[in-house]
């Protein structure tokens, strides 16, 4: 089967750098996805990393292990539109193609 | 550029009854996929669909059915509903698998699903 880990809650101050980490378990990995979602809004993609390393897109960062099973985004000089919840999201490839699965969501909280 | 469009937007139904949820994906998109999102958590897989076929399917019961029409769009269909069906139901699109792309998902707004 397939399953990710990522923290439930993480608080942080305005201008803060933080990290919200996801492991994972999957057959067939291919990559790994974050997505940003505000209250009531649509799911988001952030990043994509398919390699092992830093991803860089302006105050984004993601990072993936392969041999760790293991990725997380960075976000850095948080501002209070950063609240919203952040999932992981393996891409897997199977016999049938490509499938996404999403972690049950980090939800950042950032305070002034 | 339209992107994902959903409908209906919010919904009531009572447990027994059955649903269909529309769903267009973005211009140029061919894949579309099926979540279901419970409040609190992250969208689940139920299935995808890609040259009028289901590709892919997670963890729901034959209850949930779908189809994909010439054009792309996308029908969810829901039969003998139950309390626990009431849900966000979301529909991402996206192109054709390529190693070489990022399988970036763009999602609609969702239907709101309330069965009483």
């Known amino acids: 089967g397939q399953s990710l880990e990522q923290p439930s809650e993480v608080t942080a101050v305005e201008g803060a750098i933080v990290q919200i980490n996801c492991t994972y378990q999957?057959?067939?990995?291919?990559?790994l996805s974050w997505y940003q979602q505000h209250d009531g809004g649509a799911p988001t993609f952030l990043s994509y990393?398919?390699?092992?390393g830093l991803e860089e897109t302006g105050r984004f960062s993601s990072f993936l292990s392969r041999s760790d099973s293991y990725g997380y985004l960075l976000l850095q000089e948080l501002q209070m539109k950063d609240s919203a919840s952040y999932f992981c999201?393996?891409?897997?490839?199977?016999?049938?193609?490509?499938?996404?699965?999403f972690g049950a969501g980090t939800r950042l909280f950032v305070k002034a | 550029d339209a992107g994902v469009t959903q409908s209906p937007t919010h919904l009531i139904k009572t447990r027994g009854q059955q649903v269909t949820l529309r769903c267009s994906p973005k211009?140029?998109?061919?894949?579309v996929s099926w979540y279901q999102q419970a409040l609190g958590q992250g969208p689940q897989f139920i299935f995808q669909?890609?040259?009028?076929?289901?590709?892919q399917r997670g963890n729901f019961p034959d209850r949930f059915s779908g189809h994909q029409f010439p054009n792309y769009s996308s029908e969810l269909n829901v039969n003998a509903l139950l309390l626990g069906d009431s849900a966000l139901y979301l529909c991402?699109?996206?192109?054709?698998?390529?190693?070489?792309?990022?399988?970036?998902?763009?999602f609609g707004e969702g239907s709101r699903l309330t069965v009483l």
């Open positions: 669909y890609y040259e009028e076929e289901e590709r």
């Open positions: 211009s140029g998109h061919d894949t």
């Open positions: 999957t057959s067939g990995f291919y990559g």
């Open positions: 991402a699109s996206s192109s054709t698998d390529s190693p070489a792309n990022t399988g970036e998902l763009f």
């Open positions: 990393n398919a390699l092992d």
């Open positions: 999201a393996v891409r897997s490839l199977n016999t049938g193609g490509f499938k996404t699965i």
